[in-house]
């Protein structure tokens, strides 16, 4: 199912930091994110917008706008409009910094294998199905993406966990939707380059257009393997009993 994505304090102190995004990029969707909290007061098609945007269809807001149902006039939907708003204000945008990506720009997808082993180390595959800016999707409407595309996976440390890759049409990949599909050949997988990331339900963030593209790739974090085995347990009679490193 198509997700939207967002930056928090980590990638943008990276973003803005070491790959040099342009601090009105930030501005603009701080201002985007900001407004459409202070336009959800304003009417009840405006209060929906909001609130479409916060949820994953658990409750079909367009239905109760359709059916005249008021949110202002209701006493728990209008409670729930404003503990929406208060809980993106002080948490998400104030205390984590969680800036909404546009759906038509960048998803959170789950990573995948590439079972046919066409893509090539640097490439990945990713078929987007068409997703506004209101949360509506149409799920018959659907886009591979191609081009240079941004990468990256929370948490992210240090620069090398945001990559620049290609993304690539493959035909034989046109089944996977939603997904970030990438290679299984190359001396080392791309999800581990991505936060030491992997193929368990990891789920990944990728950028397609916008001002948040990055140019390139700085060196991956490196994961020492640590020590061979753990210390073993002394025999009683030497005396000396030392601590056992799980």
Same mark, same amino acid.
């Given at each position: 199912?198509?997700?939207? @994505?967002?930056?928090?304090?980590?990638?943008?102190?990276?973003?803005?930091?070491?790959?040099?995004?342009?601090?009105?990029?930030?501005?603009?969707?701080?201002?985007?994110?900001?407004?459409?909290?202070?336009? @959800?007061?304003?009417?009840?098609?405006?209060?929906?917008?909001?609130?479409?945007?916060?949820?994953?269809?658990?409750?079909?807001?367009?239905?109760?706008?359709?059916?005249?149902?008021?949110?202002?006039?209701?006493?728990?939907?209008?409670?729930?409009?404003?503990?929406?708003?208060?809980?993106?204000?002080?948490?998400?945008?104030?205390?984590?910094?969680?800036?909404?990506?546009?759906?038509?720009?960048?998803?959170? @997808?789950?990573?995948?294998?590439?079972?046919?082993?066409?893509?090539?180390?640097?490439?990945?595959?990713?078929?987007?199905?068409?997703?506004?800016?209101?949360?509506?999707?149409?799920?018959?409407?659907?886009?591979?993406?191609?081009?240079?595309?941004?990468?990256?996976?929370?948490?992210?440390?240090?620069?090398?966990?945001?990559?620049?890759?290609?993304?690539?049409?493959?035909?034989?990949?046109?089944?996977?939707?939603?997904?970030?599909?990438?290679?299984?050949?190359?001396?080392?997988?791309?999800?581990?380059?991505?936060?030491?990331?992997?193929?368990?339900?990891?789920?990944?963030?990728?950028?397609?257009?916008?001002?948040?593209?990055?140019?390139?790739?700085?060196?991956?974090?490196?994961?020492?393997?640590?020590?061979?085995?753990?210390?073993?347990?002394?025999?009683?009679?030497?005396?000396?009993?030392?601590?056992?490193?799980?």
């Amino acid at each position: 199912y198509p997700r939207s @994505a967002m930056l928090n304090r980590q990638l943008i102190m990276i973003l803005d930091d070491a790959h040099k995004i342009a601090p009105m990029e930030f501005y603009k969707t701080f201002q985007e994110s900001v407004s459409l909290i202070a336009q @959800a007061c304003s009417s009840d098609s405006n209060a929906v917008t909001f609130l479409q945007t916060l949820s994953t269809n658990i409750i079909r807001w367009t239905k109760l706008e359709e059916a005249s149902i008021s949110i202002f006039g209701e006493p728990f939907l209008k409670m729930i409009l404003q503990h929406s708003m208060i809980y993106r204000l002080k948490n998400d945008i104030k205390r984590k910094e969680r800036l909404t990506l546009s759906p038509t720009v960048a998803r959170c @997808a789950f990573g995948v294998i590439d079972e046919t082993r066409i893509l090539q180390p640097g490439q990945i595959f990713f078929c987007a199905t068409k997703m506004d800016d209101q949360k509506n999707v149409y799920v018959n409407d659907v886009t591979v993406i191609t081009g240079r595309v941004t990468v990256f996976r929370n948490p992210a440390m240090q620069p090398g966990d945001v990559r620049v890759f290609d993304a690539v049409d493959v035909p034989s990949l046109h089944h996977i939707k939603d997904c970030v599909v990438f290679p299984t050949v190359g001396n080392r997988s791309h999800a581990d380059e991505l936060s030491g990331g992997d193929y368990d339900g990891d789920e990944y963030v990728i950028i397609w257009s916008g001002g948040f593209m990055i140019r390139h790739n700085f060196p991956p974090m490196d994961f020492p393997s640590g020590l061979a085995s753990p210390a073993r347990l002394r025999a009683p009679e030497e005396g000396v009993l030392l601590n056992i490193i799980s």
